[in-house]
């Protein structure tokens, strides 16, 4: 009698617990739809706020107020004039800066006279021909959301129109609706939130940020979270879903959070009238106790045999994932020695492909040396002999440095001026292009453009690009290439052509890739070029022309004596 009640309240107690999971998963997933639905509404407006205020700064920056203003230097009534712009758009600030970072006219007259020469809108802008946004963090958790643009007049930067964007209110709104809505940047900083001790933080160190409860608290805590789903997080001491939506703006996301208050209601009430109905079946659960005893006894041996026999399947499954974790060892030592010999057959054909070039120049040298002897002209075959001593010097090098590839750094550097590295790559390619029809154009500066480099190793980078060239026009008609050097806020090598282009621009730069066929080429010289202007603290691209053809583009930091030499940023 006692083992048949004991299995009623286990029924009962089952039964509540299966119905409370199930209508608690139910309500949940609604209210989660709902709390989806209102983060696509929020950032919808968000994003729409934003849009809205993008157009002021190019309406502004062709006002021709404006723009009188900064050309003049006359500003008494420019002040005035964006305060009339700002009731009617609803930003929440509206500056005009001078080329100097100075604010000239501000809806906010305490900010006129400051200077914002290192602010990031008033930088980006510069930079910039285009409208920039910009989110400036003034500390402790103040953001402000800024669209710039630089006011242009003839040509001339002329200053910069700043434009704030007022969000606050749409915190405002949230927080009347959902318990709590945070938006995080790409980075992961939240920037907007209901809570106003949240931003600046991450999302882990917000919802860190919370009160101790006290021990009714707790006890509360406890008692409500047994009938819930395990909970996303805590907020105010409260268990809530956490739901999420990604927006189309700059990798943001948008995160709100919803107590379980109205589901548990819901589910509660359902709860009660199941209890009710169990009660009374309890009275006729003490009729069936005394006559289904003996089947009771029979079902517990039933159940004795099942676990004996799921005893013996899971020691069968534990023997088997010991094999297969035997198994797994092995084959994790077959791969660590297939990367080794992957690495092996890399390296060889590296060297295989580098030392090409100088041996076929050799070849060529040896040959006209061979001739001017025949012809009695020996001074004139010592130096095509000094040559090939060069290219034998050239060589050694090369072997010393392909480790570049596998590591960063390389040999010690020196002043290289760019139009001698460029000479001498042509010097050493000058026997494959006499052999065929192409015209070479040549454009370098007449002062010299100096950079911090290793000189063979640059010139192995440009007589790679002159070697792609000249196999890209060899069955082109009328055959070009174009070397260009130039000099501006870095050194620039440019090496293009009239051929049919790159068709997958995406691997270009992958080791082992080529579009050459089999036996011509082995896909490492453009890899090993990038990794090498990549050690100079430079970077080397490509993209295909309009009208045909391919350009390679290499960018290296200029070398001013006395100044600190800026590694470009990688892209």
Do not use: C
């Not at 938006?183 to 917000?206: C, N, Q």
């Amino acid at each position: 009698m006692r083992s048949g009640l004991a299995l009623f309240f286990l029924l009962a107690a089952g039964a509540t617990w299966t119905t409370n999971a199930w209508l608690t998963e139910r309500f949940s997933e609604n209210t989660r739809v709902r709390a989806e639905l209102r983060l696509a509404l929020y950032s919808g407006n968000l994003i729409s706020d934003l849009q809205r205020t993008s157009v002021v700064p190019l309406l502004l920056a062709r006002d021709p107020a404006l723009i009188g203003s900064l050309n003049s230097n006359e500003f008494s009534t420019t002040s005035a004039r964006l305060i009339a712009a700002q009731k009617e758009i609803g930003a929440a600030s509206i500056r005009l800066l001078d080329a100097s970072g100075r604010t000239v006219g501000s809806t906010d007259r305490y900010q006129i006279g400051k200077t914002q020469v290192t602010a990031p809108y008033f930088v980006d802008a510069l930079r910039s021909r285009d409208t920039v946004f910009t989110v400036y963090n003034h500390g402790s958790g103040s953001y402000e959301f800024t669209y710039s643009r630089a006011v242009i007049s003839d040509g001339r930067t002329l200053g910069v129109i700043v434009v704030s964007a007022d969000l606050t209110q749409l915190e405002r709104s949230w927080s009347g609706i959902s318990d709590a809505v945070a938006v995080l940047d790409s980075a992961g900083e939240i920037i907007l939130a209901t809570e106003a001790r949240w931003r600046g933080l991450t999302l882990p160190e917000a919802l860190a940020v919370r009160s101790a409860p006290s021990a009714i608290q707790r006890a509360f805590q406890v008692t409500a979270d047994w009938t819930n789903s395990p909970a996303d997080a805590y907020v105010h001491g409260r268990a809530v879903m956490q739901s999420e939506a990604r927006m189309p703006f700059r990798g943001w996301r948008m995160v709100g959070f919803t107590t379980y208050d109205s589901i548990r209601a819901r589910v509660n009430a359902v709860l009660a009238l199941e209890i009710m109905g169990f009660a009374v079946l309890l009275a006729a659960a003490f009729y069936l106790l005394s006559r289904r005893a003996r089947m009771q006894s029979e079902a517990y041996m039933r159940e004795s045999a099942d676990l004996r026999e799921l005893n013996m399947r899971l020691t069968a499954e534990i023997e088997a994932r010991q094999r297969a974790q035997s198994e797994l060892r092995v084959a994790e030592q077959t791969v660590q020695q297939s990367s080794k010999l992957a690495a092996l057959g890399e390296m060889s054909a590296g060297v295989s492909h580098e030392l090409n070039q100088p041996l076929a120049a050799m070849k060529t040298y040896l040959a006209g040396a061979r001739l001017l002897l025949q012809r009695g002209r020996s001074e004139e075959a010592l130096s095509s002999f000094q040559r090939i001593d060069d290219l034998i010097e050239r060589m050694g090098a090369i072997t010393r440095q392909l480790k570049s590839y596998a590591r960063k750094g390389g040999e010690a550097v020196e002043p290289v001026d760019l139009r001698r590295a460029v000479s001498s790559a042509l010097t050493m390619m000058e026997p494959q292009l006499r052999s065929r029809t192409i015209r070479i154009n040549r454009s370098v500066p007449r002062q010299p453009v100096m950079v911090l480099a290793d000189r063979i190793r640059l010139e192995q980078v440009i007589i790679n690009l002159l070697r792609n060239a000249v196999d890209a026009v060899k069955d082109r008609r009328g055959a070009e290439i174009g070397i260009t050097v130039a000099a501006g806020t870095h050194a620039y090598v440019s090496v293009h052509d009239n051929g049919p282009g790159v068709s997958d621009l995406e691997k270009l730069f992958e080791p082992f890739w080529t579009t050459k066929k089999p036996g011509e080429g082995t896909g490492l010289g453009l890899a090993i070029s990038s990794t090498i202007v990549a050690d100079f603290g430079g970077r080397l691209t490509a993209h295909n022309e309009t009208a045909g053809g391919a350009v390679f583009r290499v960018e290296l930091p200029l070398h001013r004596p006395g100044e600190p030499q800026k590694a470009l940023a990688a892209e």
